[in-house]
């Protein structure tokens, strides 16, 4: 069995980023006992900037880039990210080792007063931190206020309390963890807000190389839920994916094969090109190369463009 004597885990502060931190250094001492793992707990630029959307000052790398310095300077040995905050390129120098099984992946309807996004009247006021969340909203939900909401799972929960929202759509997997499932008034079904790439997962990077750390981490990573995520960024990778595109991409399997559906558009007009397709597990990147196609032909880039003005 692979075997260290002591590492460090980089960690953003956040309590959902600290739940994952302590999720995988459950997971390290069990497996290895007698090993000493630690937390390097850090505040990223993506945690400070909270006056404006991620859309527009940087992406979701501003989560990362800190921990990814950590590990550089040789801080850190691994960090661990919610997936769907990890960019599609990482940086040289570095690669996911694991991914793990997947809470659940859908979106989550959050108010104190609604049941269900049907039964909000003309005006209500829905907040919401992604652009895929919006456009969402605006496709089928056009007679409802979409605001942007920004902050840890906490701090968007106290602004809905504090009646700056009447609802929130937020992650079904963050609340879960933080143990807020008994917010959630409504599991959207993905057949009306389909989630973004790598959602629910949770991913390991290490330094490229280190295969000391890849051995030790193996027993974390699923090969169903990575083929699936592979999929998602597959696609989000050739649009471009990032913040500043509302983009969703969505893989499950279904006897034995990949199904993978995919959807991008204008989140201020609430337009979009969908498209679905099935492939063999071992063939991610290969699937998400003809939902891309078939999106393109329905003019993907065009709502790019529109999106990234």
Same mark, same amino acid.
């Given at each position: ?12 502060? #956040? ?13 390290? +001492? ?15 630029? !993506? ?34 990210? #919610? ?26 309807f959050v108010s104190p007063k ?10 209500? +006021? ?11 909203? +605006?496709?089928?939900? @056009? ?8 902050? $840890? ?9 504090? !009646? ?22 409504q599991i959207i079904p993905a057949?009306? #807000? ?8 949770? !991913? ?16 974390? $990573? ?10 998602? +960024?597959?696609? #989000? ?28 558009? $204008? ?16 063939? @991610? ?13 329905? !003019? ?10």
């Open positions: 069995m692979p075997h260290f004597d002591r590492c460090v885990i980089a960690t953003r502060e #956040s309590p959902l980023a600290m739940w994952q931190a302590l999720h995988v250094q459950a997971l390290l +001492r069990d497996r290895y006992p007698g090993a000493e793992v630690e937390l390097l707990g850090m505040t990223t630029r !993506g945690d400070q900037i909270l006056d404006r959307t991620l859309s527009k000052v940087g992406g979701k790398g501003l989560f990362v880039k800190e921990l990814e310095a950590a590990m550089l300077a040789g801080r850190a040995d691994l960090a661990v990210h #919610s997936l769907k905050d990890v960019p599609m390129e990482l940086p040289e120098g570095f690669e996911l080792v694991a991914v793990s099984e997947r809470e659940d992946p859908r979106d989550a609604y049941a269900s996004l049907d039964d909000m009247p003309a005006g209500a +006021r829905v907040g919401t931190a992604s652009l895929r969340r919006e456009l969402m909203l +605006r496709m089928r939900y @056009p007679h409802l206020e979409v605001l942007p909401v920004r902050g $840890n799972v906490g701090t968007r929960l106290r602004k809905l309390d504090e !009646g700056q929202f009447d609802a929130l759509v937020m992650a079904s997997a963050g609340l879960k963890r933080l143990g807020l499932g008994d917010r959630i008034r057949e009306v #807000s389909l989630p973004a790439p790598g959602q629910g997962a949770l !991913g390991i990077e290490i330094r490229k190389g280190d295969e000391k750390m890849e051995a030790a981490l193996g027993f974390i $990573n699923s090969p169903e839920t990575r083929a699936c995520c592979m999929a998602e +960024r597959a696609v #989000s990778r050739a649009l471009g994916g990032s913040c500043q595109v509302p983009l969703a991409a969505y893989a499950v399997v279904e006897k034995g094969e990949l199904w993978l559906r995919a959807l991008v558009g $204008n989140h201020k007009e609430g337009k979009a090109a969908f498209t679905q397709a099935r492939g063999p597990l071992a063939e @991610p990147e290969a699937l998400a190369a003809r939902v891309v196609e078939d999106l393109r032909r329905q !003019g993907a880039e065009d709502y790019l463009k529109a999106c990234l003005g």
